[in-house]
């Protein structure tokens, strides 16, 4: 276990190495520590209330942005009492002793002090953070943002994932940041439509008839999940969860940690050719509006303003300013080049077979690559959650929901990011590209690629825009991915009971490439003992449905 604390100083001093300290524990706690790099568990001692480690801690000092960042190697601490710490340099060459008044370490550790004399470094810890082993499992976009955010707070994270990470859901999605989208899958009538589409296999929304019991409990939980007080509690939880979500993608964009990537704030249109859908359409938007997000209503003429090229028999649409939209592949690449240069490991081709434990705590990872140890595990693994999950005894509803890509790398007429109603087809201008995204296919975790889908959706799209024409091979070069669909389409983010160190981030469905950076970012504050940015009541993965 590492502990990491962050000085803050007014003299920038000189990082120094360290000899000696002490930890102060508020509650005078024993705080059991220092693994030495001969000396193992170097006694510690009580001296009036102090709790003291000797020389030969694996201690080293660096810099971060300016800051002198001192890590020690520990072999378990209790926290979060700790108020501050002293450390005694190295004086002339030799360590000295130093006495410290006990009332010093009383000190509210808010702002931070630095007290620094020629022998003395006297550092109270600003931000303290218990520096994790953190392994993830899944390198999709919740697995990748986990890791962003966990090693911003300090923690050593590792990637494991079955693939080459180049494809799958996080790859092939339609790149839409959806705060407009309140309204989850598990609606009411959506059983219905499911029903009816059940055994037309070119219908947006597809449930394959089959007898797994896995799937029929997932289907009874969908059914009680669609009830019309359910979906209104469910509304304001989606939308602030999308709209932090949103504001972590400009903090993204703005750190320039991942260079300059699309993220475009077009908003997004909602296109329809029949009245009945542009009515229910109109009722979603005033839900959006209400929620403080802009959005707007949209005649013939004006559509066509906004989007020149559409089909004369497009009857209107709503304008979701609000949304927005980046290019998928482009992101995940940035990812994937950024962490490691921060210290996150990635090891792709590594399948995650089992678990290792001790009582109610995961202590690592068994892989087709070898052994991982972990003192928390994130499990980011997308619609394979549950055949994970259940070797630890925990049950997740969840199933694979798989949806269709179709790129097409030539101009075409597309300017705004435009869902398809009457189809649910939905077309993204990306950086370099369009790409036609579409259907709901619940049919098990297969990545079969059904011809007639894809057909499904080069032609309705064309039926949208007038000169639009989808070409044989890209028809050809379709892909297609796997949403983690849960019940009730609310994400499953969080801890289980059964284990203490185990975090689950999956089941995002529809709004997963959307939730990525939330999700992340509310991981690292669950690991990191912070409160969370939201309530995360509606998300707990063993919810009741
Ligand atoms: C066609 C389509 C369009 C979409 N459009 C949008 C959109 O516009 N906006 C939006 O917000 N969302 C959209 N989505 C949904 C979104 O893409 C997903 O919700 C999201 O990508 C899921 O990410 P994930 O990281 O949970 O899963 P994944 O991306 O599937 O990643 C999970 C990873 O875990 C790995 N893994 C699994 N089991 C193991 C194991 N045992 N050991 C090691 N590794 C393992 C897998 O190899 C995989 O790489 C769309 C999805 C599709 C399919």
Request: proline share 6%; net charge positive.
């Amino acid at each position: 276990m590492l502990v990491r604390l962050q000085s803050w100083s007014l003299k920038a001093p000189k990082p120094t190495p360290i000899r000696s300290g002490f930890f102060v524990s508020r509650t005078r706690q024993k705080l059991a520590f220092v693994s030495g790099r001969e000396t193992k568990n170097t006694a510690a001692s009580s001296g009036g209330g102090f709790w003291h480690f000797q020389a030969g801690a694996q201690w080293s000092t660096e810099r971060s942005e300016g800051t002198p960042v001192v890590r020690a190697a520990v072999e378990s601490l209790t926290l979060p009492q700790v108020l501050g710490c002293i450390f005694k340099q190295e004086h002339n060459g030799a360590p000295s002793e130093a006495k410290v008044p006990q009332s010093w370490c009383l000190l509210p550790a808010l702002a931070g002090y630095i007290i620094q004399t020629e022998s003395v470094h006297l550092v109270f810890i600003t931000g303290l953070t218990m520096a994790k082993n953190i392994v993830v499992i899944g390198g999709g976009i919740m697995g990748l943002n986990s890791a962003y955010y966990l090693q911003k707070s300090g923690h050593q994270v590792v990637v494991l994932d079955k693939s080459e990470m180049t494809g799958g859901a996080s790859y092939v999605n339609a790149g839409y940041l959806t705060p407009s989208h309140i309204v989850p899958l598990a609606a009411p009538g959506m059983m219905a439509k499911g029903l009816k589409y059940m055994f037309n296999s070119s219908s947006p929304f597809y449930l394959k008839p089959r007898l797994d019991p896995d799937f029929l409990k997932w289907a009874w939980y969908f059914h009680k999940s669609s009830t019309r007080e359910k979906v209104e509690r469910a509304i304001p939880i989606i939308a602030r969860i999308n709209v932090l979500s949103k504001a972590l993608y400009e903090g993204i964009h703005q750190s320039g940690d991942l260079g300059d990537f699309q993220l475009e704030k077009k908003g997004l249109l909602m296109l329809f050719k029949t009245q009945e859908l542009g009515a229910e359409e109109l009722e979603v938007m005033k839900r959006v509006q209400g929620l403080g997000l802009e959005a707007q209503a949209l005649n013939k003429a004006e559509i066509q303003d906004l989007q020149p090229g559409l089909n004369s028999d497009i009857q209107g649409g709503i304008h979701y300013q609000c949304d927005a939209h980046t290019t998928p592949t482009q992101l995940m690449e940035r990812f994937k080049s950024f962490l490691p240069q921060v210290g996150v490991e990635i090891h792709t081709g590594t399948t995650v077979t089992g678990f290792t434990s001790r009582g109610n705590i995961l202590t690592g990872v068994q892989t087709t690559q070898g052994f991982f140890e972990a003192d928390e595990v994130v499990m980011a693994s997308g619609a394979w959650s549950p055949l994970l999950s259940k070797k630890l005894g925990v049950k997740l509803p969840l199933q694979a929901g798989k949806g269709y890509r179709i790129d097409v790398a030539r101009p075409t007429p597309v300017r705004i990011p435009a869902i398809l109603m009457e189809t649910k087809v939905a077309i993204t201008p990306m950086d370099g590209f369009t790409r036609l995204a579409g259907t709901m296919e619940l049919s098990g975790i297969n990545h079969h690629i059904r011809k007639n889908r894809v057909e499904a959706i080069a032609r309705l799209t064309e039926q949208y825009y007038d000169t639009f024409k989808i070409e044989p091979a890209e028809l050809q070069g379709a892909a297609c991915g796997l949403r983690p669909v849960t019940p009730d389409g609310l994400p499953y983010i969080g801890r289980v009971r059964s284990w203490k160190n185990l975090c689950l981030a999956t089941g995002h469905a529809m709004m997963g490439w959307s939730l990525g950076p939330v999700t992340g970012k509310l991981i690292t504050e669950i690991i990191s003992g912070k409160k969370p940015s939201m309530n995360l009541e509606a998300f707990d993965p063993e919810r009741r449905f």
